[in-house]
């Protein structure tokens, strides 16, 4: 088995070292306006045997360290992300194709960190037709993905899939090839073991690394080199991996925060941008933000999404004239609470993080929905909770 596994590192390696170390600007191009119209066409350009019996899965590869290559087998911060396309990826792991027959499509093959809004909306629209159309004929979706921003397709993802069927997104910390100990074709193999499996559904989209499955929408990125970086801190992993068997801690359940959006007539994500809270700041962008056309922002404020009073003034008035703020925390774990003495022209984001909070308030922005109806969607069902009355229903 081992030497199965280094004979397919080495193929990949020999596969990877021949091609170009990024893709030519214009193939960014030509891939970005594709994925702006509203319908989506799939593109498989791996399919693999089919085995009777066995789930199918399809692959949307879309870049970052687990297709990443480096020449150096101890690099893990300087290697060049987004080079292995989805056919190496797939067939550097043939252990895949005990769990699942499997289809893979090259979305894009970019650094997450530059992956546009246009890019999130493709997959998001690739993932509903394979699981939730009416003729579908996937099981699962597993989404490879730069671990950078994982986070925010996830959730994309968790809050826009219209059916049961698992969302699986996953990445690795180690380029596929050219590191000792690479984690990226073991993440692989979990992540479409997940999504494979019957257990997994009805529980939103899910985020797979290092033996532990997070649900997406409180998953997040808490360390920015070692492996075991994606973490659920407050209500933790509900699965895990024991060898190659998953297993779910708890029956199926969806979070309780969570609320789903129809995207499928949405062509584009309006610009939301986040500003960062520090000691004193009067989030003296705002107004550059808002003449940049932002159409909302999210500020990431201090501790439970405090707000220098120095800010106020600014807020107040963009408030005043409809536009809409949410106030989040930059510390990422806990919650900005609704109710909050002095904050009232701005929206609580509850607990969601910043990114999180931004990719919320652009669907919601795409739907046309209304300042309340913002405010519902983000506060709401928090609110319920904090002026409950013992005795009451
Ligand atoms: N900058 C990265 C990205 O998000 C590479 C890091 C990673 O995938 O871990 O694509």
């Given at each position: 088995m081992l030497a199965h596994a280094l004979f397919s590192l080495a193929t990949l390696a020999t596969a990877v070292s021949a091609a170009p170390l990024a893709a030519p600007l214009e193939a960014r191009a030509s891939t970005l306006a594709a994925s702006s119209s509203s319908n989506v066409d799939f593109n498989i350009t791996y399919s693999s045997n089919r085995t009777e019996g066995l789930p199918t899965m399809l692959i949307l590869a879309t870049g970052g360290t687990i297709a990443g290559s480096s020449a150096s087998n101890l690099d893990s911060t300087t290697y060049q992300a987004g080079v292995v396309g989805v056919g190496q990826l797939i067939q550097a792991v043939p252990e895949l194709l005990n769990v699942s027959n499997v289809d893979g499509m090259q979305v894009s093959n970019i650094a997450s960190?530059?992956?546009?809004?246009?890019?999130?909306?493709?997959?998001?629209?690739l993932a509903n037709k394979a699981l939730c159309a009416p003729n579908a004929t996937f099981d699962g979706v597993v989404i490879t993905h730069g671990t950078d921003t994982l986070e925010e397709t996830a959730f994309t993802m968790d809050v826009t899939l219209q059916c049961d069927k698992p969302v699986v997104v996953v990445g690795a910390m180690r380029p596929s090839t050219g590191r000792l100990s690479s984690n990226s074709p073991n993440n692989l193999?979990?992540?479409?073991?997940?999504?494979?499996?019957?257990?997994?559904?009805?529980?939103?989209?899910?985020?797979?690394l290092n033996d532990r499955v997070c649900q997406a929408y409180y998953c997040e990125k808490t360390q920015a080199n070692t492996v075991d970086t994606f973490d659920s801190p407050e209500p933790g992993y509900i699965g895990a991996l024991l060898s190659d068997k998953l297993f779910y801690y708890s029956t199926a359940a969806q979070p309780t925060f969570k609320q789903t959006f129809d995207l499928s007539n949405v062509t584009a994500l309006p610009d939301v941008d986040i500003l960062y809270g520090y000691q004193g700041t009067d989030f003296g962008l705002l107004n550059a933000t808002i003449a940049d056309g932002a159409k909302g922002v999210v500020l990431a404020g201090t501790g439970a999404g405090s707000i220098p009073a120095a800010a106020l003034h600014d807020i107040d008035a963009a408030a005043a004239k409809g536009f809409p703020l949410v106030r989040s925390s930059k510390i990422n774990v806990g919650a900005a609470v609704p109710g909050d003495a002095g904050y009232d022209s701005m929206i609580a984001g509850g607990l969601l993080n910043p990114v999180k909070s931004r990719r919320l308030l652009q669907i919601l922005?795409?739907?046309?929905?209304?300042?309340?109806?913002?405010?519902?969607?983000?506060?709401?069902?928090?609110?319920s909770y904090l002026s409950y009355k013992p005795g009451s229903s």
């Open positions: 960190e530059s992956m546009p809004d246009s890019v999130v909306l493709k997959l998001t629209k193999l979990q992540a479409v073991t997940t999504a494979s499996h019957p257990a997994s559904r009805n529980r939103g989209a899910l985020i797979v922005l795409a739907l046309n929905k209304t300042n309340d109806e913002i405010r519902d969607a983000f506060e709401g069902k928090l609110d």
